[in-house]
């Protein structure tokens, strides 16, 4: 009776551990490591900022797809793809660019736009910015705005 004991009390153990890291995942869904950034320490106007950032998006409970919110950036931006199927919609026009793993996407300065993802999905960004200026601003969504003019 006692080894059975002794069983209960592992599965029961494992199986917390598991909850637990499985709780872990279900709050930390997007995760961003900066691999370079170039900012100069009190950077002007006359110098360029370049900043690689690699993220990583995993589906959870609380966050079952990505979307990186209407917003514009003052240079232009790579972004390209390592794994899973992202889109990408810059405007006005608002046009929706599907990509894949391999495949990039280079963002106009100061043109709004949205990335999302269904699903899992890695993916890097390259900014290309004035050293003065912040990485992105928020901005209200232009396709919405399009869309109620038809």
């Not at 069983?7 to 490591?33: D, N, R, Y």
């Not at 900022?49 to 931006?77: E, K, L």
């Not at 495949?103 to 269904?118: F, L, M, Q």
């Amino acid at each position: 009776m006692r080894v059975f004991r002794s069983k209960k009390w592992l599965i029961v153990t494992v199986v917390g551990v598991a909850a637990a890291v499985g709780g872990g995942v279900a709050v930390a869904t997007v995760t961003s490591t900066v691999l370079s950034d170039t900012h100069p320490a009190g950077g002007s106007a006359n110098e360029v900022r370049m900043r690689i950032v690699r993220s990583d998006f995993v589906p959870s409970a609380d966050q079952p797809t990505f979307s990186s919110g209407w917003h514009t950036h003052p240079g232009p931006v790579i972004f390209q793809v390592q794994e899973g199927r992202m889109k990408v919609t810059q405007g006005p026009p608002c046009r929706t660019t599907k990509l894949g793993p391999g495949e990039t996407y280079v963002e106009i300065p100061e043109h709004p736009v949205v990335a999302t993802a269904k699903r899992a999905a890695k993916w890097t960004t390259t900014f290309i910015l004035p050293a003065d200026k912040p990485l992105l601003t928020p901005t209200d969504d232009p396709c919405r705005l399009d869309h109620h003019d038809d």
